[in-house]
């Protein structure tokens, strides 16, 4: 039987279902592609500790409503003139939301469909296994607009393919159709065929093995990483905050909005 979870962080942002072992965790801004704002972060952050706390919940499938996983983060923080104590509590919601998914004591999948970008892409990458459909879009493109990767962005793309793939994937930024992040290993299936079908299906193997000694196993590698990714999530907030005061940055924005190319200088 399916079981809605009573947030104590009230939002319409994050919907969660639990069936038996399985929680379904939904980005909810689908207008917006699941950009994800300030008040998704709390919610979903709010969201995965409450199942951290569940001693049903083995599992938990990360999706997107609508026709993206999630576009990034919300272009409305970006453009906001807020001072720089308001963009490091942002940064420190960012942080907070990527150790939570990482470090969770359930197995961890992402469900790939449309765009998975930036922010977005880096929450991806935080899950134990990525799905995804095989006309997605996955794109680490903070780059375009003059920032550098967060939500542990720069510690995951490492973990994946290396440091020195990690680097030259980050500078390019474009984006890439699941089969060409599959070849380059920053996921881990492509569905072969309706995506849902194949989540069910890696639910299913998954839900035939010994749960608790593959979470156990997880858990030892995320204490023994731990310290590395708070750490990459400190360099992140510090780097970012002086990459938003940066000339690039304000033309990487503006010709966003323009949808035009931006005209960088290097400052």
Known sequence: MATDFNLDFKTDTVKVNVEGRVATVVLNRPKSMNAL???????????????????????VVLKGAGRAFSAGGDIKTMLSDSDESDFLDIMDTISELAVTLYSMPKVTISAITGAAAGLGFSLALATD????????????????????????????MKSRVGETKAKHLIWEGKPMLAPEALELG??????????????????????????????????????????????????????????????????????????????????
């Not at 296994?129 to 995951?156: E, Q, R, T, V, W």
């Not at 849902?196 to 890696?202: E, L, N, R, S, V």
């Not at 156990?216 to 992140?236: D, G, M, P, V, W």
């Open 186 to 267: 920053l996921i881990d299936e492509v569905a072969d065929g309706d995506l849902q079908d194949a989540i069910q299906a890696k639910v299913a193997d998954w839900e035939q093995k010994p749960l608790q000694a593959m979470i156990k196993t997880k858990k030892i590698y995320a204490e023994e990483n731990r310290l590395s990714l708070l750490k990459f999530l400190e360099l992140e907030k510090i780097a970012q905050t002086k990459m938003r005061q940066t000339e690039d940055h304000k033309e990487g924005i503006q010709a966003f909005i323009e949808k035009r190319k931006p005209n960088f200088i290097g400052k």
């Open 129 to 156: 296994y990525i799905i995804a459909d095989k006309d997605s879009k996955l794109a680490m493109n903070f780059i375009g607009i003059g920032l550098i990767p967060d939500g542990g962005g720069h510690f995951f």
């Open 37 to 59: 704002d300030v008040e998704m972060m709390r919610g979903l952050t709010t969201t995965l500790k409450d199942l951290c706390n569940s001693d049903e919940v083995e599992i």
